[in-house]
């Protein structure tokens, strides 16, 4: 079966920083572009970062600098290093798999959260 | 960037009638040398996460029942449910691909009348 694990997401205090992690499985996790999603409770999907095969890695404006992706293919593994987390980033981040180089989204994890507060 | 606005925000059709959602972007998905539209509908239940539906704009995803329908091109798109089904409610989103970022509309929620 196809799935995505999320895990690490937490309560942190504004400026804090956090690692979220996601584990693929019944795939070959190397052949496929990843991407962070993440929601807003009651709010809708935005797209937050990718990492495609080769390692190109692509973010939105307002993280670019502060949020990292990162792939360990070994280890069926994607990360999502956050550092100097604002309220803004409070929300659901899912992990989620490009299909054969574009950027839609075919196989999504069940979400992780981060709840940005002091 | 470019925006998707869905219409409406919210609907409710009885069970075994046809629901219909727009999604407008802001500028055109259509790349030309490929005659493809980058456009991609999402389904999200309560408490879940989104489910990929049509791709291409009109591609139905495996396993999707066939009521789903994705039709469009360039810059204006309908999802179409033909006959509305309790298992249906949800909040369904529109997705472009056509360039970085990929962005989403803001969604539709779908409810029994």
């Known amino acids: 079966e196809v799935q995505l694990v999320e895990s690490g997401g937490d309560l942190v205090q504004p400026g804090g920083s956090l690692r979220l992690s996601c584990t693929a499985s019944g795939f070959t996790f190397s052949n496929y572009d990843m991407h962070w999603v993440r929601q807003a409770a009651g709010k809708g999907l935005e797209w937050v970062s990718t990492i495609n095969v080769a390692g190109d890695t692509y973010y939105r404006g307002s993280v670019k600098g502060r949020f990292t992706i990162s792939r360990e293919n070994a280890k069926n593994s994607l990360f999502l290093q956050m550092n100097s987390l604002r309220a803004g980033d409070t929300a659901v981040y899912y992990c989620?798999?490009?299909?054969?180089?574009?950027?839609?989204?075919?196989?999504w994890g069940k979400g992780t959260t981060v709840i940005v507060s002091s | 960037d470019i925006v998707m606005t869905q219409s409406p925000d919210s609907l409710a059709v009885s069970l075994g009638e046809r629901a219909t959602i727009n999604c407008k972007s802001s500028?055109?998905?259509?790349?030309?040398?490929?005659?493809?539209?980058?456009l991609a509908w999402y389904q999200q239940k309560p408490g879940q996460p989104p489910k990929l539906l049509i791709y291409w704009a009109s591609i139905r995803q495996s396993g999707v029942p066939d009521r789903f329908s994705g039709s469009g091109s360039g810059t204006d798109f309908t999802l179409t449910i033909s006959s509305l089904q309790a298992e249906d409610v949800a909040v369904y989103y529109c997705q472009q691909y056509y360039t970085i970022p990929p962005t989403f509309g803001q969604g539709t929620e779908v409810d029994i009348k």
């Open positions: 989620a798999r490009g299909s054969s180089s574009y950027y839609y989204m075919d196989v």
């Open positions: 500028q055109t998905v259509l790349y030309s040398s490929n005659n493809k539209n980058y």
